[in-house]
């Protein structure tokens, strides 16, 4: 076995530590690439084949209502799933960013929603039939992979890609197809769970990023850099972030504790959200 990123043949296995599938039931070991750092569950929970029978069912596609086969936009938990973007729309803001924008794994639509508002030219990608229909009446969005030839090289300023490349079982292939749509000094901004964050050693198996069974990557800042670099990007940012573990629905007393904890997490730098700006700066391989 070697190494998706650096061929390194040497692994060690994590211990104390698992990933849950609530699918199988079964719990998986983690194995980390003594090179790199890049940690990966062994056996993989799922793989491209099969994928379609987690991500196309209804039971667990967030926000939407199969009797109504529409996305829940009234629901409490919806609107209040828009925080989880902020990072996205600061980070636009900074490197200013316009034009049109490629939103991968779109989901129900947030992040488009919210770049839309900013005068962005928005279009999505999502593997989940189910929710591309649902999105189709405000959004183009397209039914497929993010190497379908459906997307046009070089023709996007900015593709984002929210919780994502950590259930792609090959992520370099990923990137390789993110930079074929790409313009050339445009921009690549994504986000991934951060197990080495004191959250997840903490919580384990309760935590988002173990819990489900649908994590095959988890990326360190110089792992993931390493990779983005290979295949003709620059890391123009990288930072990690901490989950809002906050809720309106929770007592006023509990989330100014959580607010609290958080803070002091996230200034220590042990927070479990890791954010990366990239831009293309390698010439795509005709």
Same mark, same amino acid.
């Given at each position: 076995?070697?190494?998706?990123?650096?061929?390194?043949?040497?692994?060690?296995?994590?211990?104390?530590?698992?990933?849950?599938?609530?699918?199988?039931?079964?719990?998986?070991?983690?194995?980390?690439?003594?090179?790199?750092?890049?940690?990966?569950?062994?056996?993989?929970?799922?793989?491209?084949?099969?994928?379609? @029978?987690?991500?196309?069912?209804?039971?667990?596609? !967030?926000?939407?209502?199969?009797? @109504?086969?529409?996305?829940?936009?009234?629901?409490?938990?919806?609107?209040?799933?828009?925080?989880?973007?902020?990072?996205?729309?600061?980070?636009?803001?900074?490197?200013?960013?316009?034009?049109? #924008?490629?939103?991968?794994?779109?989901?129900?639509?947030?992040?488009?929603?919210?770049?839309?508002?900013?005068?962005?030219? #928005?279009?999505?990608?999502?593997?989940?039939?189910?929710?591309?229909?649902?999105?189709?009446?405000?959004?183009? #969005?397209?039914?497929?992979?993010?190497?379908?030839?459906?997307?046009?090289?070089?023709?996007?300023?900015?593709? @984002?890609a929210n919780q994502v490349l950590e259930h792609i079982e090959n992520p370099r292939s990923f990137i390789l197809a993110v930079k074929r749509i790409l313009k050339n000094g445009k921009y690549f901004i994504f986000s991934v769970p951060y197990i080495w964050g004191i959250v997840p050693q903490i919580l384990r198996t309760k935590w988002y990023g173990l819990g489900y069974g649908q994590h095959l990557n988890f990326f360190s800042k110089k792992n993931i850099k390493l990779l983005l670099?290979?295949?003709?990007?620059?890391?123009?940012?990288? !930072?990690?972030?901490?989950?809002?573990?906050?809720?309106?629905?929770?007592?006023?007393?509990?989330?100014?504790?959580?607010?609290?904890?958080?803070?002091?997490?996230?200034?220590?730098?042990?927070?479990?959200?890791?954010?990366?700006?990239? !831009?293309?700066?390698?010439?795509?391989?005709?």
């Amino acid at each position: 076995m070697k190494c998706i990123i650096c061929k390194n043949e040497n692994f060690r296995k994590l211990r104390f530590i698992k990933e849950h599938s609530k699918y199988s039931g079964r719990k998986y070991n983690l194995i980390e690439c003594k090179k790199c750092g890049l940690t990966r569950p062994n056996p993989l929970p799922y793989n491209d084949k099969n994928k379609n @029978t987690i991500y196309d069912n209804s039971r667990n596609i !967030k926000f939407y209502n199969s009797k @109504t086969g529409k996305i829940e936009e009234d629901n409490f938990e919806y609107k209040y799933y828009f925080k989880h973007f902020k990072p996205f729309t600061e980070l636009v803001d900074k490197y200013k960013i316009k034009g049109k #924008v490629l939103d991968v794994g779109c989901g129900a639509g947030h992040l488009m929603e919210i770049l839309s508002k900013k005068g962005l030219q #928005v279009e999505g990608i999502e593997i989940t039939s189910k929710l591309v229909k649902a999105l189709s009446n405000k959004f183009k #969005v397209y039914n497929a992979e993010i190497n379908s030839k459906k997307l046009k090289n070089e023709n996007y300023n900015l593709v @984002t890609a929210n919780q994502v490349l950590e259930h792609i079982e090959n992520p370099r292939s990923f990137i390789l197809a993110v930079k074929r749509i790409l313009k050339n000094g445009k921009y690549f901004i994504f986000s991934v769970p951060y197990i080495w964050g004191i959250v997840p050693q903490i919580l384990r198996t309760k935590w988002y990023g173990l819990g489900y069974g649908q994590h095959l990557n988890f990326f360190s800042k110089k792992n993931i850099k390493l990779l983005l670099e290979q295949e003709g990007f620059k890391v123009m940012e990288s !930072k990690i972030l901490m989950v809002d573990y906050a809720h309106p629905k929770f007592p006023r007393a509990i989330n100014f504790i959580i607010e609290k904890i958080s803070k002091i997490i996230f200034d220590l730098g042990l927070g479990d959200n890791l954010f990366i700006v990239a !831009k293309k700066i390698g010439k795509n391989k005709r």
